[in-house]
């Protein structure tokens, strides 16, 4: 057992921390507006640069793969100045991960290359809009030696800016991944999404029609659902780290706050309610950033646990991250009610990583499933 | 980071699960019914250790780190044995024993510590006032120096072991004028004129531990029996108290552990509405809950043993952190499986009222969750 960083752990880590320290807050908002190529651009040299510091591992086959997803964890100071950053760059990484874990060498060899150097964006789609939408879902047939998609994915991210996407679809009744890119025929996207949090992220539709895929940008067909239970356990674990990032810095903005406003005299920070707060935050912080890393350990350790600690870390760092927001803002008052406040961002960024990847509801009744199937 | 137990530990905690369901959970429940303290138990867990596990060789422990004891406090939770026993080793191992090897001279420590380690002496100790609970420093007990010794006067509250115990570690104020500074801690052993147990409370939970009264009127206590220095006091009770947020709360995490596989057995075999609860989401949700918070509660309480283990003298942000989360955090899911048991939930059979009710001290022993938010936002301030 070792609660502390290992020297290697702790070098990777100050080099991420030297690569997001110029991202200020201010130029990180201009993100928001920024034109599409452009915002593409500022990604992929990010990208970039976190790969030469170590923090942005692509693995190379499926054990590097899983490896460098859970070292995902020491990228939490990313998410720490920007949760859409993060998951940005992590949308990236969880494609690379499908092509290393379930392609072939030579699909390997053409993508991960310029993936691992952080020059290329990917993005995943898997959720669909709701069984009711006269759409089905998406599907791919085999046409000679090639494959057509047809479909439609929602809440891409990364969906505007992606060199490649990878496509969750049905081939025969078994789950198929098609990589395609933004220029091939029939694919298109929606514009960016406007959202009520999490802002900095480039979401769209993409629609599918008839789209052409080789036979060496299919992945699968799959006989289980591992390539799909993978990508969500790497999108889970992902956001669990950005919520304990997001965390983080609320309670330091909560507590800056504190140590300076004063009402009636004194600093707030020294009145019962507010400081009784802030270690009820902090409490709930250091929890769930330690249930994180335990839960990515877990997974570059190979657990049997791991799926487990991944789906457990995820519930309680999402709803806590929205606690902790609540609670923030509760303490930065007026001030952190005014739009653009460190803490209303927050507040609704928040709300956004408890509705990304698998839904709360869903996780829990996947913990019990495991659960009782063992006694 | 390593979250890894060692080999060894991993088998240790499957030997005393094993030991625990065997030879102790089978006499818990007659003995929390009857609210007694059960001496044959007690034995057992002198006889396999348990109860000198972190102590020396030398002085008859085993010598095993503060993990391997967390590791075994879990099992014990987890295999069902009750908050009461749990709480009466924790008391006697950490709070006296610990307290007396960590501060005594070489004397203290040969006359006592091995007797502990054995369970042979039962240990306790006494901190707490009818008027002074979470604010130590207004301790009004008194040790007057008198010739070779010091004369003791005062009570103590709600002191585990207290009734049964042959030897007390007790603050009490050397210099009444001081605050902290004033307080020195003593070695009393049971029979010492003027020392006298008062009433056992009774009590919601941990109902196999005795909660006593202690009282002292004119008792001459020799110099010899000054536990550290003069006006080390508080310093020692600080740390002492620490082994309260660290591995006397690691049972309570088993316990919740216990609760997750009997919630499971009892969701699958009950049938309401023509199927077992277990297929209800909203069974299942309180089974993912109780899970979600031992996953959780289990990180932090390895985390300050860890930090035990490194030698760190504190580790005060690390303790109070565990505490008010295993405190704060376990009610809901407690109650989540009582209510998932139904009408049986509140009766004796399924054990889990017991453990709920065992669990209700987390937040109030060795430092209430409000203390545990002052110390956390102090330390937040001073960042
Ligand atoms: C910021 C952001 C980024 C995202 N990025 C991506 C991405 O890159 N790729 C991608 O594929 N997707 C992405 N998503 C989509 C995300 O994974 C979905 O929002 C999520 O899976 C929930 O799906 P939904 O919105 O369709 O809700 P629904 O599935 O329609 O759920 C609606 C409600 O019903 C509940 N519910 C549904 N089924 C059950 C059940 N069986 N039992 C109990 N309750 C149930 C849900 O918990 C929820 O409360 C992103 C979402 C967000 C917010
Ligand atoms: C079963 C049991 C076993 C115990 N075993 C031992 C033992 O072995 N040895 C020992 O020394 N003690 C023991 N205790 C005592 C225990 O440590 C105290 O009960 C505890 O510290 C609280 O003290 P109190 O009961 O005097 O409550 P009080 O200090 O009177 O507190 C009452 C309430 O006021 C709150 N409060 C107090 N001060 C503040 C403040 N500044 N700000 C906000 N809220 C505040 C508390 O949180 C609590 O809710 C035991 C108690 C129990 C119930």
Redesign the pocket.
């Known amino acids: 057992m070792n609660f502390s960083w290992t020297d290697h752990e702790t070098g990777v880590r100050e080099r991420i921390a030297a690569v997001v320290k110029p991202l200020s807050d201010e130029l990180i908002r201009t993100f928001e507006q920024m034109p599409l190529p452009d915002l593409k651009r500022t990604v992929a040299s990010i990208q970039e640069s976190l790969a030469e510091a170590g923090g942005f591992v692509v693995g190379s086959d499926p054990e590097s793969a899983t490896q460098g997803i859970a070292e995902s964890i020491h990228l939490g100071v990313l998410a720490r100045a920007s949760v859409s950053l993060f998951?940005t760059v992590r949308?990236t990484a969880e494609f690379a991960g499908l092509v290393a874990c379930f392609g072939d060498a030579s699909m390997r060899a053409k993508i991960l290359d310029p993936l691992a150097k952080g020059r290329t964006i990917g993005?995943?789609?898997?959720?669909e809009l709701?069984e009711e939408a006269e759409i089905g879902p998406a599907h791919v047939t085999r046409e000679g030696d090639s494959y057509r998609l047809t479909g439609r994915?929602c809440?891409?991210?990364n969906g505007p800016i992606a060199d490649w996407v990878a496509v969750f679809a049905h081939l025969e009744g078994h789950d198929a991944i098609c990589l395609v890119g933004p220029d091939q025929q029939g694919v298109s996207s929606s514009a960016r999404s406007e959202l009520m949090g999490?802002n900095g992220?480039a979401?769209s539709d993409l629609a599918f029609d008839e789209v052409l895929v080789p036979r060496d940008h299919l992945l699968g067909p799959f006989d289980s659902t591992a390539a799909r239970s993978w990508y969500q356990l790497s999108a889970d674990l992902s956001i669990a780290v950005a919520a304990c990032g997001l965390m983080e810095r609320t309670v330091h903005a909560a507590s800056e706050h504190a140590r300076h406003h004063r009402r009636g005299g004194k600093e707030i920070f020294a009145r019962q309610e507010v400081r009784f707060k802030l270690a009820e935050m902090l409490t709930l912080s250091q929890t769930a950033d330690l249930l994180t890393s335990r839960a990515a350990w877990a997974r570059a350790a190979q657990s049997p646990d791991a799926r487990a600690l991944i789906r457990c870390a995820k519930v309680f760092a999402v709803e806590n991250a929205e606690k902790v927001a609540g609670m923030a803002l509760q303490i930065t008052a007026g001030a952190g009610y005014r739009k653009g406040s460190f803490c209303e961002r927050a507040y609704r960024d928040a709300k956004?990583l408890a509705?990304?990847?698998?839904?709360?509801?869903?996780s829990r009744?996947a913990i019990a499933d495991e659960i009782l199937e063992r006694y | 980071m390593d979250f890894s137990l060692t080999d060894e530990q991993t088998s240790f905690r499957e030997q005393v699960l094993r030991f625990a369901r065997g030879e102790i959970v089978p006499r818990v429940r007659e003995h929390d019914l009857a609210a007694e303290f059960d001496r044959e138990s007690w034995k057992r867990l002198g006889d396999f250790g348990i109860l000198g596990l972190h102590l020396p060789v030398e002085y008859g422990g085993s010598g095993a780190d503060v993990v391997t004891c967390v590791v075994a406090g879990e099992a014990l939770g987890q295999a069902g044995v009750d908050g009461g026993l749990t709480l009466s080793y924790g008391a006697h191992t950490f709070l006296c024993a610990d307290t007396i090897f960590s501060h005594g001279t070489e004397e203290q420590k040969r006359k006592y510590v091995p007797k502990l380690a054995s369970g042979g002496w039962i240990g306790c100790m006494g901190l707490t006032e009818p008027g002074a609970g979470s604010d130590v420093a207004a301790l009004k007990t008194r040790a007057d120096r008198r010739g070779a010794g010091y004369v003791l006067n005062g009570s103590k509250m709600f002191i585990t072991n207290g009734s049964i115990a042959d030897v007390a570690v007790i603050f009490a104020k050397t210099n009444p004028e001081g605050e902290h500074a004033g307080i020195s801690a003593f070695i009393v052993e049971r029979g010492t004129p003027g020392f006298s147990a008062g009433r056992n409370l009774h009590k919601m939970g941990v109902r196999t531990s005795v909660t006593s009264e202690l009282i002292f009127e004119d008792c001459v206590v020799p110099r010899e029996n000054l536990l550290g220095e003069e006006g080390a006091g508080f310093r020692i009770a600080m740390r002492t108290v620490e082994w309260d947020r660290c591995t006397l709360i690691a049972p309570f995490v088993g316990q919740m552990d216990f609760l997750i596989e009997r919630c499971c057995r009892y969701a699958k075999q009950r049938h309401q509405f023509g199927r077992p609860i277990a297929s209800f989401?909203a069974i299942k949700h309180k089974i993912a809950d109780l899970k979600i918070f031992v996953e959780a509660a289990r990180t932090l309480v390895y985390r300050i043993a860890w930090c035990k283990d490194q030698g760190r003298p504190v580790n005060h942000l690390e303790a109070a952190i565990a505490k008010l989360f295993v405190g704060d955090w376990s009610l809901q899911p407690a109650n989540d499986a009582m209510v998932l048991h139904g009408g049986y939930g509140y009766c004796h059979e399924y054990d889990v009222e017991r453990v709920f009710r065992d669990s209700r001290l987390a937040p109030i022993g060795g430092g209430t969750s409000d203390i545990q938010k002052m110390i956390i936002s102090k330390i937040m301030e001073g960042e």
């Open positions: 998951l949308a993005a995943v789609g898997l959720s709701g994915k809440f891409v991210t999490l992220i979401i956004g509705l990304a990847g698998t839904a709360v509801e869903v009744m | 989401q």
